[in-house]
Protein backbone atom coordinates (compact mmCIF):
# COMPACT_ATOMS: atom_id res chain seq x y z
CA UNK A 1 0.00 0.00 0.00
CA UNK A 2 0.91 3.53 -1.10
CA UNK A 3 1.13 7.00 1.33
CA UNK A 4 -1.62 8.15 -1.34
CA UNK A 5 -3.49 5.16 -1.18
CA UNK A 6 -7.32 5.57 0.05
CA UNK A 7 -8.12 3.79 3.14
CA UNK A 8 -11.16 3.26 5.17
CA UNK A 9 -12.18 4.39 8.56
CA UNK A 10 -15.42 2.77 9.72
CA UNK A 11 -17.61 3.71 7.32
CA UNK A 12 -15.64 6.82 5.76
CA UNK A 13 -12.74 6.96 2.88
CA UNK A 14 -9.63 8.90 4.07
CA UNK A 15 -8.28 10.32 0.34
CA UNK A 16 -5.08 9.24 1.78
CA UNK A 17 -3.10 7.19 4.82
CA UNK A 18 -1.15 10.07 6.33
CA UNK A 19 -2.46 11.65 9.74
CA UNK A 20 -1.90 14.35 11.56
CA UNK A 21 -2.00 12.84 15.16
CA UNK A 22 -2.97 14.62 18.64
CA UNK A 23 -0.55 17.24 19.89
CA UNK A 24 -1.31 19.93 22.38
CA UNK A 25 -1.05 23.38 21.22
CA UNK A 26 0.04 25.23 24.22
CA UNK A 27 1.08 28.90 23.51
CA UNK A 28 -1.99 29.78 21.27
CA UNK A 29 -4.01 31.57 23.97
CA UNK A 30 -6.18 29.18 25.16
CA UNK A 31 -8.46 30.71 27.75
CA UNK A 32 -10.72 28.32 29.83
CA UNK A 33 -10.49 25.77 27.09
CA UNK A 34 -12.02 27.88 24.68
CA UNK A 35 -10.48 27.63 20.68
CA UNK A 36 -9.01 30.66 19.31
CA UNK A 37 -8.18 32.18 16.05
CA UNK A 38 -5.13 31.14 15.93
CA UNK A 39 -6.09 27.11 16.84
CA UNK A 40 -8.51 27.65 13.90
CA UNK A 41 -5.52 29.22 11.12
CA UNK A 42 -3.55 26.10 12.83
CA UNK A 43 -5.80 22.88 11.62
CA UNK A 44 -6.46 24.89 8.70
CA UNK A 45 -3.22 24.93 7.21
CA UNK A 46 -2.40 21.41 7.80
CA UNK A 47 -5.98 20.15 6.13
CA UNK A 48 -5.15 22.33 3.33
CA UNK A 49 -1.86 20.78 2.75
CA UNK A 50 -3.79 17.67 2.39
CA UNK A 51 -3.13 15.49 5.18
CA UNK A 52 -6.47 12.55 5.25
CA UNK A 53 -7.31 12.63 8.64
CA UNK A 54 -6.90 15.36 11.40
CA UNK A 55 -6.66 14.00 15.30
CA UNK A 56 -7.46 17.43 17.50
CA UNK A 57 -5.27 17.78 20.37
CA UNK A 58 -6.25 16.34 24.07
CA UNK A 59 -9.59 18.18 24.95
CA UNK A 60 -10.64 18.04 28.75
CA UNK A 61 -14.16 16.43 29.21
CA UNK A 62 -13.73 18.24 32.70
CA UNK A 63 -12.14 21.28 34.10
CA UNK A 64 -10.77 19.38 36.95
CA UNK A 65 -9.21 16.82 34.70
CA UNK A 66 -6.94 18.85 32.70
CA UNK A 67 -3.11 18.80 31.81
CA UNK A 68 -2.83 22.51 31.87
CA UNK A 69 -5.18 25.33 32.11
CA UNK A 70 -4.05 26.15 28.34
CA UNK A 71 -5.88 22.31 27.39
CA UNK A 72 -9.03 23.02 24.96
CA UNK A 73 -12.29 21.53 26.55
CA UNK A 74 -15.55 20.70 26.12
CA UNK A 75 -17.36 20.16 29.31
CA UNK A 76 -19.90 23.23 28.58
CA UNK A 77 -21.88 23.64 25.92
CA UNK A 78 -20.05 27.01 25.02
CA UNK A 79 -17.42 25.42 23.79
CA UNK A 80 -19.37 24.25 21.00
CA UNK A 81 -18.74 27.23 18.58
CA UNK A 82 -15.20 27.43 18.46
CA UNK A 83 -14.94 23.70 18.16
CA UNK A 84 -17.65 24.00 14.79
CA UNK A 85 -14.71 26.48 13.40
CA UNK A 86 -12.28 24.30 13.76
CA UNK A 87 -14.32 21.22 11.98
CA UNK A 88 -15.33 23.70 9.47
CA UNK A 89 -11.47 24.41 8.68
CA UNK A 90 -10.24 20.96 8.39
CA UNK A 91 -13.30 20.07 5.90
CA UNK A 92 -12.66 22.80 4.06
CA UNK A 93 -9.15 21.87 3.56
CA UNK A 94 -10.71 18.38 2.71
CA UNK A 95 -9.50 16.41 6.11
CA UNK A 96 -11.34 14.29 7.93
CA UNK A 97 -11.55 15.15 11.90
CA UNK A 98 -11.66 13.49 14.83
CA UNK A 99 -11.26 15.23 18.34
CA UNK A 100 -9.52 13.44 21.06
CA UNK A 101 -11.45 13.47 24.77
CA UNK A 102 -8.95 13.36 27.50
CA UNK A 103 -9.20 13.43 31.06
CA UNK A 104 -5.71 13.31 32.90
CA UNK A 105 -6.04 11.63 36.01
CA UNK A 106 -2.90 11.04 37.70
CA UNK A 107 -1.40 13.84 35.39
CA UNK A 108 -3.89 16.73 36.30
CA UNK A 109 -2.07 19.99 36.86
CA UNK A 110 -2.38 21.34 40.05
CA UNK A 111 -4.53 24.64 39.39
CA UNK A 112 -7.09 22.43 37.73
CA UNK A 113 -7.66 19.55 40.87
CA UNK A 114 -6.29 16.22 42.60
CA UNK A 115 -4.85 14.20 40.47
CA UNK A 116 -7.06 10.68 40.47
CA UNK A 117 -6.83 7.64 39.04
CA UNK A 118 -7.91 3.71 39.82
CA UNK A 119 -6.17 3.37 43.18
CA UNK A 120 -4.29 5.71 45.15
CA UNK A 121 -0.69 5.84 45.68
CA UNK A 122 2.12 8.63 45.88
CA UNK A 123 5.08 9.47 43.66
CA UNK A 124 7.67 11.64 43.18
CA UNK A 125 4.81 14.26 42.44
CA UNK A 126 2.84 13.85 44.87
CA UNK A 127 -0.22 11.57 45.85
CA UNK A 128 -2.97 10.26 43.70
CA UNK A 129 -6.66 9.82 44.68
CA UNK A 130 -8.57 6.33 43.89
CA UNK A 131 -12.04 7.11 41.97
CA UNK A 132 -15.22 6.44 43.96
CA UNK A 133 -17.95 4.40 42.42
CA UNK A 134 -19.85 7.88 42.09
CA UNK A 135 -16.97 9.63 40.23
CA UNK A 136 -15.96 7.08 38.03
CA UNK A 137 -20.00 7.10 36.74
CA UNK A 138 -19.48 11.18 36.82
CA UNK A 139 -16.65 10.91 34.46
CA UNK A 140 -18.08 8.36 32.28
CA UNK A 141 -20.96 10.85 31.49
CA UNK A 142 -18.37 13.65 31.07
CA UNK A 143 -16.85 11.83 28.06
CA UNK A 144 -20.43 11.10 26.78
CA UNK A 145 -21.43 14.50 27.12
CA UNK A 146 -18.36 16.11 25.42
CA UNK A 147 -18.45 13.38 22.27
CA UNK A 148 -21.99 15.08 21.61
CA UNK A 149 -21.25 18.25 21.69
CA UNK A 150 -17.83 17.47 19.38
CA UNK A 151 -20.76 15.86 17.25
CA UNK A 152 -22.82 18.70 17.59
CA UNK A 153 -20.12 21.06 16.49
CA UNK A 154 -19.28 19.00 13.17
CA UNK A 155 -16.67 16.47 14.19
CA UNK A 156 -16.80 12.65 12.71
CA UNK A 157 -15.99 11.28 15.55
CA UNK A 158 -13.57 11.18 18.80
CA UNK A 159 -10.74 9.74 19.75
CA UNK A 160 -10.48 8.26 23.73
CA UNK A 161 -6.88 9.19 25.24
CA UNK A 162 -5.82 6.40 26.84
CA UNK A 163 -2.39 6.29 26.67
CA UNK A 164 0.51 8.44 28.11
CA UNK A 165 -0.32 7.91 31.78
CA UNK A 166 -3.28 9.66 31.99
CA UNK A 167 -6.64 7.94 33.01
CA UNK A 168 -8.08 5.46 31.00
CA UNK A 169 -4.16 4.34 30.85
CA UNK A 170 -3.72 4.18 34.55
CA UNK A 171 -7.27 2.15 34.52
CA UNK A 172 -5.80 -0.39 31.69
CA UNK A 173 -2.37 -0.93 32.95
CA UNK A 174 -2.07 -3.56 35.99
CA UNK A 175 0.33 -2.02 37.97
CA UNK A 176 -1.25 1.40 38.42
CA UNK A 177 -4.85 -0.69 38.57
CA UNK A 178 -5.07 -2.21 41.92
CA UNK A 179 -9.46 -2.16 42.31
CA UNK A 180 -11.09 -5.03 43.33
CA UNK A 181 -14.66 -4.06 41.38
CA UNK A 182 -15.38 -4.58 38.09
CA UNK A 183 -13.19 -1.73 37.08
CA UNK A 184 -10.07 -3.93 38.30
CA UNK A 185 -8.49 -7.16 38.13
CA UNK A 186 -8.62 -8.64 34.72
CA UNK A 187 -8.27 -7.16 31.22
CA UNK A 188 -11.52 -7.47 31.11
CA UNK A 189 -12.16 -5.51 34.38
CA UNK A 190 -8.82 -2.81 33.63
CA UNK A 191 -11.18 -1.88 30.00
CA UNK A 192 -14.43 -1.71 31.53
CA UNK A 193 -14.34 2.35 31.87
CA UNK A 194 -13.38 2.60 28.36
CA UNK A 195 -15.20 -0.17 26.56
CA UNK A 196 -18.39 1.32 28.60
CA UNK A 197 -17.43 5.01 27.13
CA UNK A 198 -17.11 3.61 23.70
CA UNK A 199 -20.49 2.04 23.99
CA UNK A 200 -21.85 4.83 25.87
CA UNK A 201 -20.72 7.07 22.95
CA UNK A 202 -21.84 5.27 20.39
CA UNK A 203 -25.34 4.92 21.64
CA UNK A 204 -25.87 8.55 22.22
CA UNK A 205 -23.89 9.46 19.00
CA UNK A 206 -25.47 7.01 16.16
CA UNK A 207 -24.16 4.58 14.04
CA UNK A 208 -22.02 7.02 11.70
CA UNK A 209 -20.08 8.63 14.24
CA UNK A 210 -16.48 7.15 14.13
CA UNK A 211 -14.88 6.34 17.76
CA UNK A 212 -11.39 5.38 18.11
CA UNK A 213 -9.04 4.87 21.30
CA UNK A 214 -5.24 5.67 21.46
CA UNK A 215 -3.78 3.10 23.77
CA UNK A 216 -0.43 2.44 25.08
CA UNK A 217 1.50 -0.79 23.26
CA UNK A 218 3.79 -1.54 26.16
CA UNK A 219 0.97 -1.44 29.53
CA UNK A 220 3.47 -3.44 30.92
CA UNK A 221 4.31 -5.01 27.82
CA UNK A 222 3.21 -5.83 24.28
CA UNK A 223 1.47 -9.15 24.63
CA UNK A 224 -0.97 -7.50 27.38
CA UNK A 225 -1.71 -4.25 25.25
CA UNK A 226 -2.81 -6.97 22.66
CA UNK A 227 -5.04 -8.20 24.96
CA UNK A 228 -6.34 -4.35 25.94
CA UNK A 229 -6.42 -3.84 22.37
CA UNK A 230 -8.90 -6.64 21.51
CA UNK A 231 -11.15 -5.74 24.45
CA UNK A 232 -11.38 -2.41 22.82
CA UNK A 233 -12.45 -4.07 19.45
CA UNK A 234 -14.91 -6.25 20.58
CA UNK A 235 -16.05 -3.11 22.61
CA UNK A 236 -16.99 -1.96 19.30
CA UNK A 237 -14.22 1.00 18.64
CA UNK A 238 -13.24 1.43 14.46
CA UNK A 239 -9.89 2.39 15.03
CA UNK A 240 -6.61 1.81 17.44
CA UNK A 241 -3.77 4.55 17.46
CA UNK A 242 -0.84 2.84 19.01
CA UNK A 243 1.90 4.98 21.12
CA UNK A 244 3.52 4.40 24.50
CA UNK A 245 1.56 4.13 27.45
CA UNK A 246 2.39 4.63 30.96
CA UNK A 247 6.16 4.11 30.66
CA UNK A 248 7.13 6.17 28.15
CA UNK A 249 10.44 3.87 27.65
CA UNK A 250 9.82 1.81 24.65
CA UNK A 251 12.09 -1.22 23.77
CA UNK A 252 11.97 -2.86 20.41
CA UNK A 253 14.39 -5.93 19.10
CA UNK A 254 17.87 -5.38 17.94
CA UNK A 255 17.99 -4.25 14.15
CA UNK A 256 14.42 -3.07 14.00
CA UNK A 257 14.59 -0.09 11.50
CA UNK A 258 12.12 2.22 12.99
CA UNK A 259 11.23 4.34 16.45
CA UNK A 260 10.29 0.77 18.97
CA UNK A 261 6.55 2.77 18.81
CA UNK A 262 5.97 1.21 15.47
CA UNK A 263 7.19 -2.21 16.91
CA UNK A 264 4.24 -1.83 19.38
CA UNK A 265 2.03 -0.80 16.40
CA UNK A 266 2.98 -3.64 14.53
CA UNK A 267 1.82 -6.19 17.30
CA UNK A 268 -1.75 -4.45 17.87
CA UNK A 269 -2.33 -4.76 14.18
CA UNK A 270 -1.64 -8.19 14.01
CA UNK A 271 -3.92 -8.44 16.60
CA UNK A 272 -6.70 -6.49 14.81
CA UNK A 273 -5.91 -8.86 12.23
CA UNK A 274 -7.81 -6.03 9.49
CA UNK A 275 -10.99 -5.63 11.64
CA UNK A 276 -10.11 -2.56 12.66
CA UNK A 277 -7.00 -0.37 11.08
CA UNK A 278 -3.79 0.54 13.37
CA UNK A 279 -2.19 4.19 13.37
CA UNK A 280 1.35 4.30 14.20
CA UNK A 281 3.08 7.24 15.26
CA UNK A 282 7.09 7.73 15.94
CA UNK A 283 9.11 10.21 14.16
CA UNK A 284 8.17 10.06 11.17
CA UNK A 285 9.71 13.30 9.49
CA UNK A 286 10.22 12.17 5.70
CA UNK A 287 7.91 10.65 3.37
CA UNK A 288 10.33 8.05 2.75
CA UNK A 289 9.88 7.17 6.37
CA UNK A 290 6.58 7.11 6.10
CA UNK A 291 6.61 4.79 2.87
CA UNK A 292 8.86 2.33 4.58
CA UNK A 293 6.13 1.88 7.63
CA UNK A 294 3.76 0.84 5.58
CA UNK A 295 5.60 -1.31 3.19
CA UNK A 296 6.96 -3.19 6.50
CA UNK A 297 3.76 -3.16 7.64
CA UNK A 298 3.82 -1.86 10.89
CA UNK A 299 0.53 0.48 10.56
CA UNK A 300 -2.86 1.24 8.02
CA UNK A 301 -2.24 4.55 9.09
CA UNK A 302 0.84 6.77 9.25
CA UNK A 303 1.04 10.01 11.92
CA UNK A 304 3.64 12.56 11.54
CA UNK A 305 3.26 15.55 14.03
CA UNK A 306 6.76 17.34 14.97
CA UNK A 307 6.83 17.38 11.45
CA UNK A 308 3.70 18.75 10.71
CA UNK A 309 4.66 21.26 13.58
CA UNK A 310 7.76 22.67 12.22
CA UNK A 311 6.08 22.38 8.53
CA UNK A 312 2.45 23.35 8.00
CA UNK A 313 3.23 21.71 4.02
CA UNK A 314 4.52 18.70 5.02
CA UNK A 315 2.05 16.65 4.14
CA UNK A 316 1.30 18.25 0.68
CA UNK A 317 5.18 17.38 0.23
CA UNK A 318 5.01 14.28 1.60
CA UNK A 319 1.88 13.32 -0.87
CA UNK A 320 4.57 14.30 -3.59
CA UNK A 321 7.49 12.44 -2.64
CA UNK A 322 9.32 15.56 -1.70
CA UNK A 323 11.59 17.23 1.05
CA UNK A 324 9.67 19.27 3.21
CA UNK A 325 11.04 22.89 3.10
CA UNK A 326 11.28 23.41 6.65
CA UNK A 327 12.30 19.68 8.53
CA UNK A 328 12.05 19.17 11.98
CA UNK A 329 15.00 19.60 13.87
CA UNK A 330 14.46 16.79 16.07
CA UNK A 331 15.11 19.10 19.12
CA UNK A 332 17.03 17.63 22.24
CA UNK A 333 15.27 17.68 25.37
CA UNK A 334 11.72 17.55 23.13
CA UNK A 335 9.77 19.53 20.86
CA UNK A 336 10.35 23.20 21.39
CA UNK A 337 7.21 24.42 18.94
CA UNK A 338 5.69 26.76 18.92
CA UNK A 339 7.86 28.92 21.50
CA UNK A 340 11.28 28.38 20.24
CA UNK A 341 11.01 26.11 17.74
CA UNK A 342 13.99 26.46 15.03
CA UNK A 343 12.36 25.60 11.84
CA UNK A 344 9.02 27.61 12.58
CA UNK A 345 11.73 30.51 13.51
CA UNK A 346 12.66 30.27 9.42
CA UNK A 347 9.06 29.78 8.35
CA UNK A 348 8.10 33.26 10.27
CA UNK A 349 11.29 34.97 8.55
CA UNK A 350 9.99 33.33 5.04
CA UNK A 351 6.54 33.72 5.83
CA UNK A 352 5.91 36.75 8.14
CA UNK A 353 2.18 37.10 7.44
CA UNK A 354 1.79 33.78 9.45
CA UNK A 355 0.58 34.17 13.29
CA UNK A 356 3.19 31.20 14.40
Not at 70 to 89: C, K, S
Not at 99 to 104: E, P
Amino acid sequence: MKLTDTSTLHQYQLKNRLVMPPMVSFGLGCSDGDVTARHIHHYLARAQAGVGLIILEATAVLPQGRLSPEELGLWRDEQIPGLAHVAEACHMGGAMVLVQLHHAGPATCPEAGPRVGPSAYTDANGSVQALTLEEIAAIRRAFTQAALRAREAGVDGVELHGCHGYLLNAFAHPGYNRREDDYGGSTEGRTHLAREIIQDIQSACGDDFIVTVRMGGNDPDLEESRRIAEFYIQAGVHGLNVSSGMDGSVQSPEGFPFDGRFYLAQGIRQQAAGRVPVMGVGGVRSWEQAQAVLDAGCADLVCAGRAMLADDQFAAAALQCASPTYPCRGCKGGCRWPMACPALKKRRQDRPASPF
